[in-house]
């Protein structure tokens, strides 16, 4: 079944008896019933003093527009939508997913914007999904978790839907066209235009870098990877990192070090069993996500081996899981909830009719007591 929830961007206000009409608003403001549907929808040939006074009756009154009334003048729908290519299961017990929906409804706030949000894994629930994504019903959609050549983004934009990606698309990964520059926000977040879609993405491969050159200069020499989905762009980037990082320090990859995951615990448990099945020499591992590296340490405590002690453990993402296991986790920090209010400003600007634009948020290494130098 395909989840879908409205979720409001404003606080609500209370309400007098009944439902407020328009001719009661301009009744209390003393102004005409045009002067308050211009008001409503954003017109700006009102004067200031006109403004003010139907604003203080609405608030005073309660007064919500009709949402269909007011599109048919606006054409907008004042709606926007979050479709996450994952299960409602991961979704909602996923702290990545969790943040960029905090970040989101955060920077919806203080709009006039519903989200409409939407999980869209099976083919029937990308059916239903699409059906609804037109500009009918939204004025723009942001869409996360994207696997592969995911036809989405190409079919919303045919239909003239303002599209903001989060995370870039995976035949961008060798482009030179997003390089950044700073941009000065508390992100830490680079922009860059030129580009053909708009998207927020982490710096996957530097964090990733970081993380693996953390344990080279802790003396770690069989260092493992858990890499993620190698049809998101994610997990291809954060493994280009491991590979670089290991060449970069003169020594050859080796791929039975490299075992794969989907970002889940589970996932990191089994890999952690199959590389120490192949390669028991293993000092340290580097995980693509912290969900798989909290399954990688049970894993390695199931098999005997303590960390940092025997094994060192670094994850990536930076969630509250990463403080609370024992020990707590090295990992790579990025700023999830600033990338969802990052998407949402792309979205408004798209929405307004600016060009694509690409941000890159800064990554950088949390250490804590899962790595421990061994020189």
Not at 73 to 79: A, E, M
Not at 194 to 199: E, I, P, S
Request: proline share 5%; net charge negative.
């Amino acid at each position: 079944m395909c989840a879908q929830w409205g979720v409001p961007s404003t606080n609500s206000r209370p309400r007098s008896a009944g439902r407020p009409t328009l001719d009661e608003v301009a009744s209390r403001a003393g102004v005409g019933r045009g002067t308050v549907s211009r008001v409503v929808n954003g017109s700006p040939q009102v004067s200031p003093e006109a403004r003010a006074a139907v604003q203080k009756a609405i608030d005073e009154l309660g007064y919500v527009p009709n949402r269909a009334a007011r599109a048919l003048v606006t054409q907008r729908t004042d709606s926007v939508a979050l479709v996450v290519s994952e299960s409602e299961e991961r979704v909602f017990g996923e702290p990545f997913f969790a943040g960029i929906v905090r970040g989101v409804s955060s920077a919806l706030a203080d709009t006039q914007l519903q989200l409409w949000l939407a999980m869209a894994q099976s083919p029937a629930e990308r059916q239903r999904v699409e059906h609804h994504l037109t500009n009918q019903h939204v004025d723009g959609v942001m869409l996360l978790s994207l696997h592969d050549a995911d036809p989405l983004p190409g079919l919303l934009e045919q239909r003239g839907l303002p599209v903001v990606l989060g995370g870039r698309p995976a035949r961008m990964l060798t482009s030179t066209s997003t390089s950044t520059s700073s941009t000065g926000t508390d992100a830490g977040t680079g922009t860059a235009t030129g580009t053909d879609v708009a998207f927020v993405d982490a710096d996957n491969e530097g964090g990733a870098r970081l993380a693996v050159g953390h344990l080279l200069d802790r003396g770690r020499r069989r260092i493992a990877a858990i890499a993620g989905p190698q049809d998101m762009a994610a997990g291809v980037s954060r493994l280009t990192g491991y590979r670089e990082a290991i060449e970069r320090a003169g020594r050859p990859v080796d791929e039975r070090l490299i075992a794969y995951g989907d970002f889940s615990e589970a996932s990191g448990e089994r890999a952690v069993h199959e590389l120490l099945a192949r390669t028991p020499d293993v000092d340290a591992v580097f995980a693509a996500s912290d969900l798989m590296a909290v399954g990688a340490l049970r894993a390695l405590r199931e098999l005997g081996r303590r960390v940092p002690d025997d094994v060192s453990l670094v994850g990536f993402d930076d969630v509250a899981i990463a403080r609370q296991t024992d020990p707590p986790l090295t990992t790579v920090h990025q700023p999830v909830e600033a990338m969802g209010r990052e998407m949402v400003r792309l979205l408004l600007a798209r929405i307004a009719g600016a060009a694509p634009t690409a941000v890159m948020v800064e990554t950088h290494l949390v250490e804590r007591a899962s790595t421990v130098s061994r020189l």
